[in-house]
């Protein structure tokens, strides 16, 4: 599998480079880890955002778990999948391509756009034409036609008896989102709307408006709002900086570069052989975005060894969790009763008591398939919620069920009449499906334990105290300087 693995070479492991100045804190699995590699993810991972901040010592048997999980993950060859490589090469390449841009060349687009939009206005100036606007279908026949005829030119007699233009725009233009700003549309220039429309809009002196006048989509009165030359470079720069960087400039660059480069390579290469290449040399120069790069290498292989072997298979073993349940359930114990069971809200009073009689004997979990069923097939008479319910979470559910006296009942509307079915819990859940989710979460995490000491004895591990010693935490240093001032 040659790219990843020359990948692998390029931007993961080394650290041989650096043996002289950066000591070797760990080795896992025979493999070094520098100072360097284990100082940037520790103030990364350990900064003063994070909450429940790690010691040195403490960090260090973290990334060991870590460390192992990705060499578990290597040696699942989970590193060959293309859906992997896929992923990877996506985020590399983020970081990699907009260094390809050589300076000033973002610029030169700009002032490349900037004289194709001079070049478009072929000598003339901007305008900002207003109109009045009256649709006609290209289906339309001829008595349509001569209905939006009719029309135009009532607005047009309009004007001529001293109507205002913005206000009879506001009130009978058929382009909704000009006649909000009472006709006004956006600067233009030759070549940029409709022919018919730009003909007369450029006849226009500033103030004036047309007579009626039909183009392929509809009859129009204009009114030319203004005429202005073009501004300077300087001031629309900034305008056309951002409109070029939201159409990804810079990826384009990157792209004609990288293809300029394949073709004039020799023996010729491949867009992604250059990438490769340019990763190793900027990575080389960069410490910070090479462990960057194989932090997201890395993140993800581990995501993928976790997620098959301890994961998923942890949350599909329901006999393993109930287990785990019973073994811990006192840790699952409510200092209040929850309740759990359905709260259902109907538009007719007797259909309480009909819902109760017809679930006495359903199991729970077919409760919300039966009542749809029964009740809801032609229009919806019972709304239904089923979960397990603390207090707080249901105003309804506190009432009737917690008997919580200070709470008040709050029916939906429309749906006047409210019932409940279930069973009140006192001292805590009585199955791990009350509170799946966290019993599952918790499962998992015992689980991924299990395998991170399985691999511990899998593969050797050795730290170096002598130099985790010298670990500079980021914090720390700024902490004892703060100190200092």
């Not at 460390?67 to 060959?80: E, P």
């Not at 939006?148 to 001529?160: G, N, T």
């Not at 050795?462 to 010693?469: A, G, N």
Request: glycine content about 4%; overall charge neutral; proline content about 4%.
């Amino acid at each position: 599998m040659k790219k990843l693995c020359y990948f692998l070479m390029l931007t993961g492991y080394f650290s041989s480079l650096f043996a002289q100045e950066d000591p070797i804190v760990m080795h896992v699995n025979g493999i070094p880890v520098p100072k360097s590699e284990f100082e940037y993810n520790y103030n990364k991972n350990n900064d003063d955002g994070v909450l429940d901040k790690k010691n040195v010592e403490e960090y260090a048997q973290l990334f060991v778990n870590y460390k192992l999980k990705v060499q578990a993950a290597l040696d699942a060859h989970l590193d060959t999948l293309s859906s992997f490589q896929k992923e990877f090469r996506t985020y590399r390449d983020q970081q990699i391509r907009p260094m390809l841009v050589p300076d000033g060349a973002v610029e030169q687009e700009c002032q490349t756009y900037y004289t194709r939009i001079k070049e478009s206005l072929q000598g003339k100036q901007l305008i900002q034409p207003s109109h009045i606007f009256i649709r006609v279908k290209q289906t339309a026949d001829k008595n349509e036609q001569e209905a939006a005829k009719v029309r135009i030119d009532s607005v047009f007699k309009a004007l001529q008896d001293g109507a205002d233009f913005e206000t009879l725009a506001k009130n009978v233009s058929q382009d909704p989102q000009s006649a909000v700003k009472g006709g006004a549309l956006p600067w233009v220039g030759p070549n940029q709307t409709l022919k018919e429309f730009e003909d007369v809009a450029y006849s226009l002196e500033v103030g004036q408006y047309s007579q009626p006048f039909l183009s392929t989509v509809g009859y129009h009165i204009v009114k030319l709002l203004g005429k202005k030359d073009l501004e300077s470079y300087e001031e629309l720069r900034p305008n056309i900086k951002r409109y070029l960087e939201s159409q990804g400039i810079a990826d384009h660059i990157a792209a004609r570069m990288l293809e300029s480069m394949s073709q004039q390579s020799t023996p010729q290469k491949t867009v992604e052989e250059i990438l490769d290449e340019k990763t190793e040399q900027f990575c080389a120069q960069d410490m910070e975005l090479k462990y960057l790069i194989q932090e997201y290498h890395d993140g993800l292989l581990l995501f993928e060894e976790c997620q098959r072997e301890v994961w998923e298979p942890a949350s599909k073993d329901t006999l393993g969790i109930a287990n785990y349940f019973k073994k811990n359930k006192r840790q699952y114990a409510w200092k209040e009763p929850h309740f759990r069971g359905m709260i259902y809200y109907c538009k007719n009073a007797k259909d309480v008591k009909a819902v109760q009689k017809l679930l006495k004997k359903i199991p729970e979990d077919k409760w919300t398939t039966t009542v749809r069923e029964a009740f809801n097939k032609d229009s919806v008479t019972v709304r239904m919620e089923r979960r397990l319910f603390k207090k707080g979470d249901n105003p309804n559910v506190d009432v009737l069920a917690l008997k919580d006296k200070s709470s008040q009942m709050v029916p939906i509307e429309g749906y006047p009449y409210v019932g409940i079915i279930g069973k009140k819990l006192k001292k805590g859940p009585t199955d791990w499906t009350d509170i799946g989710n966290q019993v599952v979460s918790d499962y998992q995490r015992e689980r991924e334990d299990e395998f991170v000491a399985e691999l511990r004895k899998r593969y050797p591990v050795e730290i170096h105290e002598d130099v985790l010693k010298t670990v500079k935490s980021i914090s720390t240093d700024n902490n004892t300087s703060e100190k200092k001032e």
